[in-house]
T-cell receptor
Framework: GENVEQHPSTLSVQEGDSAVIKCTYS??????FPWYKQELGKRPQLIID?????GEKKDQRIAVTLNKTAKHFSLHITETQPEDSAVYFC????????????????FGKGTKLSVKP | EPEVTQTPSHQVTQMGQEVILRCVPI?????FYWYRQILGQKVEFLVS????????KSEIFDDQFSVERPDGSNFTLKIRSTKLEDSAMYFC??????????FGQGTRLTVV
């Protein structure tokens, strides 16, 4: 089955710096890669996602890159702010086709990001 | 904005007791999931449900677990005889035509 590895497990940056979190996956059939932000005691919230037919996607200060050949994808947060502090999870899903979804999410172990003011 | 809602927010139960966790997915969503997260660990898939039947389940989802969609709105997870290791946060999620999954706020289950 699919296995998702995520690094680092903890990341501490100064406010304004960039943060990069990396994930690798094992199943080449996976074709959808979301990133979730989870604040303490709250639900995971989708912040950005990418499908396997795209190499990069950006949304304001957040970007995700995907390398299908190497089976890895990364989250990039620029100009970090204290409110970015949270646990970030990457995930992989297979079975996504146009207009539909068939698969469950396999999550990485999470990265605890601390942004120091 | 529509939300997935879960009840209760916290459930304390004695070992060996049955618990039912409830979820109301976003209306018109078609795919439903249960995940669990043991404190400090990653989110783990339990089961997916589509068209009134289980479409996929993980190794965690053994005979002690069952899911049901008793009416058009609720989606429940039952644990028949709880064990200490079932203590976790349980998240319900739903999708329309995918792929974005919307998570509920979770039910914290504590087995004592």
């Amino acid at each position: 089955g699919e296995n998702v590895e995520q690094h680092p497990s903890t990341l501490s940056v100064q406010e304004g710096d960039s943060a990069v979190i990396k994930c690798t996956y094992s199943d080449s059939a996976s074709n959808y890669f979301p990133w979730y932000k989870q604040e303490l005691g709250k639900r995971p919230q989708l912040i950005i996602d990418i499908r396997s037919n795209v190499g990069e996607k950006k949304d304001q200060r957040i970007a995700v890159t995907l390398n299908k050949t190497a089976k890895h994808f990364s989250l990039h947060i620029t100009e970090t702010q204290p409110e970015d502090s949270a646990v970030y999870f990457c995930a992989a899903q297979k079975g996504v086709y146009y207009g539909g979804s068939q698969g469950n999410l396999i999550f990485g172990k999470g990265t605890k990001l601390s942004v120091k003011p | 904005e529509p939300e997935v809602t879960q009840t209760p927010s916290h459930q304390v139960t004695q070992m060996g007791q049955e618990v039912i966790l409830r979820c109301v997915p976003i209306s018109n969503h078609l795919y439903f999931y249960w995940y669990r997260q043991i404190l400090g660990q990653k989110v783990e898939f339990l089961v997916s449900f589509y068209n009134n039947e289980i479409s996929e389940k993980s190794e965690i989802f053994d005979d002690q677990f069952s899911v049901e969609r008793p009416d058009g709105s609720n989606f429940t997870l039952k644990i028949r005889s709880t064990k200490l290791e079932d203590s976790a946060m349980y998240f319900c999620a739903s999708e329309s035509e995918g792929p974005e999954a919307f998570f509920g706020q979770g039910t914290r289950l504590t087995v004592v």
